[in-house]
């Protein structure tokens, strides 16, 4: 082998070395010499020193014999007997081999990490140090090969360590890699820092020297290796980069490592938390290092060195990034990703661990100061100009990103005079300081108020030293955050009106200040936007009127700036939004959107719009050039016609519409209707194509996945509001809109609760929100209840749910909760809760949703609407409800915190809360105990899948809390008895969650346990059963009344059968009922009040309804009073008869009943003069329970029935109509008495037998008839219905055998006779008006052959007395109103010689044809015509205009004849007459309204000439 020295195969040899020498007990000092160095150069000693070594290695002095490998194995075959002797020599030659030949190098880098503890050996290099230990092992080579050397161990070590750590950083398996280690590399790597720190930890290591050996090498080391040097304590970063002594040669590479880093780091996600880790450690170093506070007056050039490398590598950096971003660079790019890195490392995460903010705070300072600095080449002007494009959603999101990064330190306040100051002290970039500005109001809930203090402050300082820095700033800062959106800022057109537009305008303080703000304004007009433009012209700054030269020259400055962008304030849109910067619209295309706008508001107030009014008077350029032909598009009118048609013949009738242009639309719709044009809408805009709203609908969802992964931290304001900001931009795109919510004429909004429909594009974007509301709520309630989640669902409410969508996302939310609900899974219900809340939020700035059809009398707010969508009617519709009503009122009191009370009254209505009283009482009996004094631990809410025994108990859970309970005390939140009564009336019984037993055990508790004993103050009845009977019936009739009580899917009669829900409660009433007719249950200290409280309740409720006799006002009457007949009908009949409480003897009450039937039931009669069956025999139901409990029965009959002759006789009337049905009940119950019937029952019985028989066939001679009984009016009512019955061929017969009757009963009988007719024009069928007809002319002729007055009957009024009076009280108002229709019905009828004889005759004729007239303008005539049009014997005589035509014939004709007596009582006619004959006169003709258009002109020509005449003809005989 020569000269060449052997080594061992690895470093493993000179551990098993130095262990031998151990085991040896040699030490190490007994064997040093010169033989025992090494020959191998050290790293980093000179050549000279190499020589000097390999020299001292080769001396023959050192005591050792060179043999060849044959001499070694030779003197191995020469075996001895072993002997302790000999094992020791043989370890101390092998020592002495592998101590000359040992590389120390190698040794470090195959070192394996620590190893178990060994016992520990005698002996050694050291006996301070574990033998057992790798670094133990090491420094006692090291320190041995240091001896041997003659130089320090420190020196060595360090040389020996930064050999090896180079080796490693140079040994990558992948040299892809780039600045990180492999595994391999990082586990030799720890086992080398860990030697490292061993001999650091005992002295024999030189950082220093260490670093100076790196530096030589700096291009072959590792930023993952040096950063591994700072966490494990071996050196700091800080003196690594130090001990460099180019300070420029450090930021190169450390910038070039850096930014290598961050291009990598996605690309290594197995390594992800490394490169976080080694990115926020140099971050935390160069911030805390770069930015740290020098106290003392010297300063030395090492103490600034390393503050000196942290800014330059942190600028560098920043700049790098920003440089990037603005050149746009790919998003999937190296440059990009490397921005994208070292943006997040401005985190919370790498900052946390700083102990001093102050130089974190001074890092952002300077960060933002350089990012608003940077490359400041924009001109004002360019800002002008651009900055619409440098909103928040247009923004780069990385710097968006780090501007919220930047925000975290700074206060609101901080922020915007850190934004002051560099405005003031730097030229900036234009594009960063309005992007900062922006995302400010975005991220900052308080921005608003901070940049609007801040913008008043510089425009004052602007005019009170005409600073023109102040004021672009002002106008910039200003302009930009409105294009936020009003919901972060008001609009640019409302602050510049607010801050110029009155007199308290710092402009108005001076001419000086005037001139000032006009030649700022007038200098921005080259480079201004066109909106705001037309903002300064539309709402222009208040000007003194002797300066008012300035604005005109500013605007005619303006308008020419329009005119040559081809813009023109005349061409402005009717609802063009100035609150934005968004491109004007093409008129053609902002007519369309006005003329959509405004049939929306017709459709809701029912008159043109004022906007429309105004622009035909005042901007009838744009309104006849642009308006009216996008309102007259050419189509096929519906044959139903819908909003626009009727929009359009509103403007026709009101001559908006010009005459040519009207007439070329109609002929363009009527070819239209023959062919359908290809394109009927000139100018309108082409459809987008599918692929482009798919687009922006996908661009939505991508944003609401953003907002949804952000939902780890809820609390994170900026954060939320910026990803808001980005969904709110991609919304506006999705849907399609040209404009921003402004302000609008729409105050109200109508939906249709039982189909609500929406657009296909509508549904689609409203699902995208609701759901993600619905997944970012369970996310965010995963992480924090709902008070610990910051207000991101309420910025994503306002900002997403805006006037122009709220619509339709009412809409969706009336299908998904009234429609839906019950299928709605435990999220939605309880996300859709959340935002029922906080849409209530915002109710004092969301117009009111009108529900229908059909519409409700007042508008809705949005709590009250979430209320009005809930049903109880059903099981699963009442579980749903409960499950809502839980979820709402949960998150409200979790959200809201007890001293914020006006929150909980803003979100939650009434409604709301007294429905999940209800439901809880209804379904739990539980509930209906009272609750203890015990307090829940927690409010209900669990953002998980709740099945419905979990739903129970949290809404049991809720019940019993304290808040909730508290809440409850608020008058308007008390569940009263009638909102009960109101909700049980709902309820379907067929379908309830009770069964029957369950729900009568509920009712009787409610009532008689819960609400009767309840003080009226809480909502009961103070416990009178009376009151809780007055409250019932009230709501019955209310409900009964109202469409929620009729299925929609069913025709359902006018009684209480056809309502759903009332029959049980309607039980409760008849039960009620009858207990307070066992006798009197009267509070103490209470007096009876007279009458029944039913009779009060109608009472009441007809004096509200509205008068008139207008078909609405009698349609509703009817059915009012229908509902009254109904409720009677179902309580006991003593109702009807009086106080049966009263003491007795006494005369049971009927007044109020009388009063009823003579002012009310009597309208209902549909056969003039007798009410209907079933109410009459209710009161003779009751009429006889009165006898019964009468000690003398046939008294109180008798006495009852003589009342109704003078106060009701339509009930004597009715019972003879329906005789013969009433008569065996009457016998039947009479029986019971054991005596005769009484007088007046027997009176009526003989009135029936007198017409009967006087009607009979079989009775023959007149001696035969049955005598009548009186009075006559009695008779004559019973021979009226006879007569009906047998019909008119028996009527001649009968008044023959009459004899000699009274005159009274004559005149009676003709009057019941007209009341037939008439009735038979109201209620045909047909036939039976010509049957009526001969009848009154049989009576007639009778009367007039007996010489009898009949004129009189014609002449009825209410102050009549006598008979006159008893007529009136039997006859329908209706029917005395058309007693001229009968009157002149009967004209061929009349003896006209013997009429013009008589004096009153022409007083009434005249007094029928003037009511005639009235009732003919009044359209009360229709049904003559209706049923003439369907008789064809009635078509001469039926029509109303034939009727006045022949009535108008017989008193020309008949005036003459009249006898001069006769016009002395015309005197009360006149003044009737004089009216009308102007009223009539053709040039008057026209403001009449008519309802039949066919007949109208008929009546001008027949008598719209003559009847002037005819009355000055009256007036000339009178004079």
């Not at 001293?899 to 709301?912: F, K, N, R, T």
């Amino acid at each position: 082998m020569g000269r060449q020295s052997w080594r061992p195969a690895n470093g493993k040899a000179a551990l098993a070395a130095s262990q031998w020498e151990g085991r040896a007990g040699q030490p190490m000092g007994g064997q040093r010499g010169a033989g025992g160095r090494s020959c191998r150069q050290l790293p980093g000693l000179s050549m000279s020193g190499s020589r000097a070594l390999a020299a001292a290695a080769s001396d023959p002095g050192s005591g050792s014999c060179r043999r060849t490998w044959a001499e070694l194995l030779a003197g191995r075959a020469q075996r001895q007997k072993p002997g302790p002797e000999r094992g020791r020599r043989v370890l101390a030659a092998a020592l002495q081999l592998l101590r000359r030949h040992v590389d120390l190098s190698q040794l470090l880098l195959e070192v394996d990490g620590p190893r178990p503890a060994e016992p520990a050996l005698s002996g050694g290099m050291d006996g301070r140090m574990d033998r057992g230990s790798p670094g133990a092992l090491v420094g006692s080579a090291l320190r041995d090969q240091a001896s041997r050397l003659g130089v320090p161990v420190a020196v060595l070590s360090s040389h020996t360590v930064a050999s090896s750590f180079v080796q490693i950083c140079a040994a990558r398996a992948e040299p892809s890699r780039g600045v990180l280690l492999d595994p391999e590399q990082r586990k030799k790597l720890s086992s080398l820092l860990e030697i490292a720190g061993h001999l650091l930890a005992h002295s024999m290591f030189s950082r220093l020297t260490f670093c100076q050996e790196l530096w030589k090498v700096q291009d072959s080391l590792l930023l993952e290796a040096v950063w591994r040097l700072q966490i494990q304590n071996i050196v700091s970063l800080q003196e690594l980069l130090e001990s460099h002594s180019d300070v420029q040669a450090v930021v190169a590479w450390l910038f070039r490592n850096l930014r290598c880093l961050c291009e990598q780091t996605e690309d290594t996600s197995q390594h992800v938390d490394i490169t976080r880790a080694v990115l926020s450690d140099f971050v935390q170093v160069f911030v805390l290092r770069g930015f740290q506070k020098i106290s003392g007056p010297r300063r030395n050039v090492e103490a600034e060195q390393m503050p000196q490398i942290a800014v330059a590598v942190l600028q560098r950096m920043l700049l790098f990034a920003l440089e990037t971003l603005a050149a746009g660079v790919q998003e999937e790019s190296k440059a990009h990703k490397a921005v994208r890195c070292w943006f997040s490392g401005f985190s919370g995460h790498t900052f946390h661990s700083i102990i001093s903010t102050d130089s974190s705070k001074r890092f952002f300072r300077h960060t933002l100061t350089q990012i608003l600095t940077h490359q400041p080449v924009l001109k004002v002007s360019d800002a002008v100009q651009m900055q619409r494009d440098w909103s928040f959603a247009r923004t780069h999101p990385l710097l968006t990103g780090l501007y919220r990064r930047l925000f975290v330190l700074l206060s609101p306040e901080e922020l915007v005079g850190h934004l002051q100051d560099v405005l003031e002290t730097h030229e900036v970039n234009w594009q960063h300081v309005l992007s900062c500005v922006s995302t400010m109001v975005i991220c900052f809930p308080g921005a608003q108020r901070l940049v609007t203090d801040w913008v008043t402050c510089l425009l004052a300082r602007a005019f009170e030293s005409f600073d023109l820095d102040c004021m672009v700033t002002v106008f910039l800062v200003v302009r930009q955050a409105a294009l936020e959106g009003p919901s972060v800022f008001p609009s640019y057109a409302d602050w510049f009106q607010a801050s110029f537009g009155s007199s308290r305008g710092h402009h108005c303080s001076s001419k000086k200040a005037l001139v000032f703000l006009f030649k700022f304004l007038s200098d921005l007009v080259p480079f201004e936007a066109p909106r705001y433009l037309q903002v300064h012209i539309l709402h222009p700054p208040l000007v003194p009127s002797k300066y008012r030269s300035l604005l005109t020259d500013y605007v005619s400055l303006a308008k020419t700036r329009l005119a040559d962008l081809k813009v023109s304030v005349e061409n402005m849109g009717l609802y063009e939004d100035l609150s934005t910067a968004r491109d004007v619209t093409e008129p053609h295309r902002q007519a369309s959107q006005d003329v959509e706008k405004a049939i929306q508001v017709f459709e809701h107030t029912g008159k043109i719009p004022i906007a429309v009014m105004e622009a035909s008077i005042f901007r009838r350029p744009y309104y006849i050039s642009h308006f009216l032909p996008a309102l007259l598009t050419p189509r096929v009118i519906p044959s139903a016609p819908d909003s626009r048609v009727a929009f359009i013949e509103t403007l026709k009738r009101a001559d908006k519409i010009p005459s040519s242009l009207y007439s070329t639309y109609r002929q363009a719709c009527s070819a239209a209707g023959e062919k359908t044009p290809t394109n009927a809408a000139l100018g309108m805009e082409v459809e987008a194509e599918p692929g482009c709203a798919e687009g922006s609908l996908g661009l939505l969802t991508a944003a609401l996945q953003e907002l949804r992964a952000a939902m780890t931290d809820p609390a994170h304001y900026d954060v939320l509001s910026a990803q808001i900001a980005v969904v709110s931009e991609r919304l506006h795109s999705a849907l399609g809109l040209s404009e921003d919510d402004g302000s609008s004429e729409v105050s109200k909004i109508q939906l249709s609760v039982l189909a609500p429909k929406l657009e296909q594009r509508e549904q689609q974007v409203v699902d995208l929100l609701l759901t993600s509301f619905c997944q970012n709520l369970m996310a965010a309630s995963t992480f924090a209840p709902p008070d610990r989640q910051g207000s991101w669902a309420a910025r994503f409410v306002t900002t997403t749910c805006r006037r122009s969508l709220l619509p339709a996302v009412l809409t969706r939310l009336c299908q998904l909760l009234h429609h839906q609900g019950p299928s709605l899974s435990a999220s939605h219900v309880l996300g859709l809760a959340a935002l029922a809340i906080h849409l209530g939020e915002s109710r004092s700035v969301l117009p009111e949703v009108h529900m229908g059809p059909p519409t409700l009398a007042r508008g809705l707010s949005i709590p009250e609407f979430f209320s009005s969508l809930l049903t109880c009617r059903s099981k699963e519709s009442s579980l749903f409800c409960l499950k809502f009503c839980t979820a709402t009122i949960s998150y409200a009191l979790c959200k809201f915190s007890p001293q914020s009370c006006d929150a909980w009254y803003s979100c939650l209505s009434p409604g709301l809360i007294k429905k999940f009283q209800f439901i809880v009482l209804r379904l739990f009996s539980e509930a209906r105990d009272p609750l203890s004094v015990e307090d829940t631990a927690s409010l209900p809410w669990r953002p998980s899948c709740l099945p419905p025994a979990d739903w129970q108990r949290a809404a049991l859970c809720l019940w019993r809390q304290r808040a909730f309970q508290e809440l409850l005390k608020e008058k308007d939140f008390h569940l009263t008895f009638r909102d009960w009564v109101q909700l049980e009336l709902e309820i379907h019984p067929e379908v309830d969650s009770l069964s029957d037993i369950e729900r009568r055990d509920f009712h009787q508790w409610a009532i008689r346990e819960h609400f009767v004993p309840m003080p009226s103050a809480a909502g009961g009845c103070d416990g009178d059963l009376e009151t809780a009977c007055t409250i019932l019936v009230s709501v019955l009739m209310d409900f009964c009344q109202s469409s929620r009580s009729c299925d929609p899917s069913e025709n359902s009669d006018l009684v209480l059968g056809g309502y759903m829900g009332n029959r049980d409660i309607f039980s409760r009433l008849q039960e009620m009922a009858a207990d307070l007719e066992q006798g009197p249950v009267v509070p103490h200290g209470h007096a009876w009040s007279r009458g029944h409280f039913l009779f009060r309740i109608f009472h009441s409720r007809l004096q509200a309804l509205a008068g008139g006799w207008d078909m609405a006002s009698r349609l509703q009457r009817q059915r009012e009073l229908l509902m009254y007949k109904r409720i009677l009908l179902g309580l006991p009949p003593s109702v009807l008869v009086g106080n049966p409480r009263a003491e007795q003897p006494a005369t049971p009450d009927c007044a109020e009943f009388f009063h009823l039937v003579n002012s009310e039931l009597r309208n209902l009669c549909s056969r003039g003069g007798a009410l209907t069956h079933d109410i009459t025999v209710h009161f003779f139901r009751g009429l006889l329970q009165a006898c019964l409990r009468s000690r003398d029965p046939a008294l109180t009959a008798d006495q009852i029935l003589t009342s109704c002759q003078t106060e009701c006789p339509l009930v004597l009337t009715s019972a003879l109509l329906w005789w013969q049905r009433l008569e065996p009940e009457l016998l039947c119950w009479w029986r019971c008495f054991q005596s005769p019937l009484p007088r007046e029952l027997q009176r009526l019985r003989d009135a029936w037998r007198f017409a009967s028989s006087l009607l009979s066939p079989d009775t023959e001679f007149p001696d035969t008839v049955s005598p009548a009984p009186g009075p006559a009016w009695v008779s004559a009512a019973a021979l009226h219905f006879a007569i009906q019955q047998a019909g008119k061929g028996s009527l001649r017969k009968g008044l023959e055998r009459l004899g000699c009757p009274t005159e009274e009963l004559l005149v009676v009988l003709f009057f019941f006779s007209l009341m037939g007719l008439l009735s038979t024009h109201l209620t045909p069928p047909a036939a039976s008006c010509l049957t009526a007809l001969d009848v009154c002319a049989e009576i007639l002729e009778y009367l007039e052959k007996r010489k009898v007055p009949w004129l009189p009957l014609f002449q009825l009024t209410e102050t009549d007395a006598g008979l006159g009076h008893l007529l009136f009280l039997l006859a329908p108002d209706q029917h005395v109103r058309l007693m001229p229709v009968a009157f002149y019905s009967l004209l061929s009828y009349f003896d006209e010689d013997a009429l013009t004889q008589d004096d009153a005759f022409l007083p009434v004729a005249v007094d029928m044809y003037l009511k005639l007239l009235c009732l003919f303008v009044a359209g009360e005539t229709g049904v003559l015509s209706s049923l003439a049009s369907r008789t064809q014997e009635l078509q001469g005589q039926g029509c109303p205009v034939g009727l006045i035509t022949k009535a108008r014939l017989f008193l020309l004709r008949s005036i003459p004849r009249c006898s001069r007596a006769s016009f002395s009582n015309m005197a009360e006619v006149m003044p009737k007459c004089s009216p009308w004959c102007l009223f009539i006169k053709p040039n008057h003709c026209t403001s009449v309204r008519m309802r039949k258009s066919n007949t109208w002109p008929l009546f001008l020509v027949s008598s719209g000439h003559q009847l002037p005449s005819l009355c000055l003809g009256v007036g000339s005989v009178l004079h």
